[in-house]
Nanobody
Framework: QMVESGGGSVQAGGSLRLSCAASGYAYSRNFMGWFRQAPGKEREGVAAISTSGGTTNYADSVKGRFTISRDSAKNTMYLQMNSLKPEDTAMYYC????????????????????WGQGTQVTVS
C-alpha cells in the first residue's frame, strides 16, 4: 500500500512537499515515480527515481522546480515542489514499477503497476 500526503492549496510561487509512505512491501528494488492528473486531462509522469536515488528523471514542465527523492530506510518517497504555477494544479499520485528494472527511471504510465490514491494540489 502506498499513501500520499502533503497536498493542499497554495498561491502561485509557493512550495509544497509531497510524501508517499509505503507499507506492507519494501520498494527498495522498484523504480518509483510521481504522476499527476488535472481535470479533463490524461495522467502524466512528473518525476521518477531509481532504486538508489542516484538517478532521476523529470518532465520538462517541472525541471528546475521539482525535486524527487526517496528514503529507503523509511520506505518513503518525496516530491519537493517549488515555484508552483496554476498549471501544476492536479491530483498527484505516487507509483512504483515492478522490481528489477534498470536504466533511467521511466515516466511512462504503463510501466507502473503499484499506485497510491492521490493527494490534491491546488495552485491559485
Amino acid at each position: 500500500q502506498m499513501v500520499e500526503s502533503g497536498g493542499g492549496s497554495v498561491q502561485a510561487g509557493g512550495s509544497l512537499r509531497l510524501s508517499c509512505a509505503a507499507s506492507g512491501y519494501a520498494y527498495s528494488r522498484n523504480f518509483m515515480g510521481w504522476f499527476r492528473q488535472a481535470p479533463g486531462k490524461e495522467r502524466e509522469g512528473v518525476a521518477a527515481i531509481s532504486t538508489s536515488g542516484g538517478t532521476t528523471n523529470y518532465a520538462d514542465s517541472v525541471k528546475g522546480r521539482f525535486t524527487i527523492s526517496r528514503d529507503s530506510a523509511k520506505n518513503t518517497m518525496y516530491l519537493q515542489m517549488n515555484s508552483l504555477k496554476p498549471e501544476d494544479t492536479a491530483m498527484y499520485y505516487c507509483a512504483a514499477t515492478p522490481p528489477g528494472l534498470v536504466g533511467i527511471p521511466p515516466l511512462r504510465l504503463g510501466l507502473y503497476n503499484y499506485w497510491g490514491q492521490g493527494t490534491q494540489v491546488t495552485v491559485s
